[in-house]
């Protein structure tokens, strides 16, 4: 089970880049890397996905190391609009749904 | 719809009673999965669907929570003689092939209080 630790909260300023890290140490090798947002009275929304090295879309990065126990979702200058929770899971979504964990999310807070 | 439609949106219900909460998934999406989040908390895997067949139960609490989907589309969670510590919001998500990969599509989610 490849249990997630994210920093409980963040707080940033608009136009800054903010780094959100998520830890698994333990993760399996047919795990996949997601990052999803959510904003409050809503379901939580795609953001990212990877496996190794480096992702980019048009809205954010994901970086993992070559052991893969870690990720660290980019967003580059941020807005007010990015206040929300963001969640790292782990897993395989077809082989293992019930093992793949969400993290207890990150609350980034966006200060004008 | 265009997205992933749960229904009713919030759900107040006495002690004992049991309630059914709705989930249409995306057309086309054959993974259906339901996840519970308390109040300021992540989520908590209940429920995974490929097709009508539930290949993973885990984290059903109890056998007071059970789930159908029929013809590979809506998705029935019932929850009989509901506690107290069952309040909480149910998101249904649905995803295109149920792989290792791919984006879930959350409904916003059915909040139930139990009183």
């Known amino acids: 089970l490849a249990k997630t630790t994210q920093p409980i909260s963040m707080d940033s300023y608009e136009g800054q880049e903010v780094n959100i890290t998520c830890s698994h140490n333990n993760i399996a090798t047919n795990d996949y890397i997601t990052w999803y947002q959510q904003f409050p009275s809503q379901g939580p929304r795609f953001i990212i996905q990877?496996?190794?090295t480096k992702v980019t879309n048009e809205v954010a990065s994901l970086f993992i190391p070559a052991d893969r126990k870690s990720s660290t979702l980019s967003l580059p200058r941020v807005s007010l609009s990015d206040t929300a929770v963001y969640y790292c899971l782990v897993g395989d979504m077809a082989a293992n749904a019930g093992k793949s964990t969400f993290g207890d999310g990150t609350t980034l807070t966006v200060k004008p | 719809g265009a997205g992933v439609s749960q229904s009713p949106s919030n759900k107040v219900t006495e002690k004992g009673k049991d309630v059914e909460l709705r989930c249409d998934p995306i057309s086309g999406h054959t993974a259906l999965y339901w996840y519970r989040q308390s109040l300021g908390q992540g989520l908590e895997f209940l429920i995974y669907f490929q097709g009508n067949s539930a290949p993973d139960k885990s984290g059903l609490p109890s056998d007071r929570f059970s789930a159908e989907r029929t013809g590979g589309s809506v998705s029935t969670l019932t929850i009989q003689r509901t506690q107290q510590e069952d309040s909480a919001v149910y998101l249904c998500a649905s995803s295109l092939a149920g792989g290792s990969t791919g984006e879930l599509f959350f409904g916003e989610g059915s909040r139930l209080t139990v009183l």
């Open positions: 990877g496996y190794k």
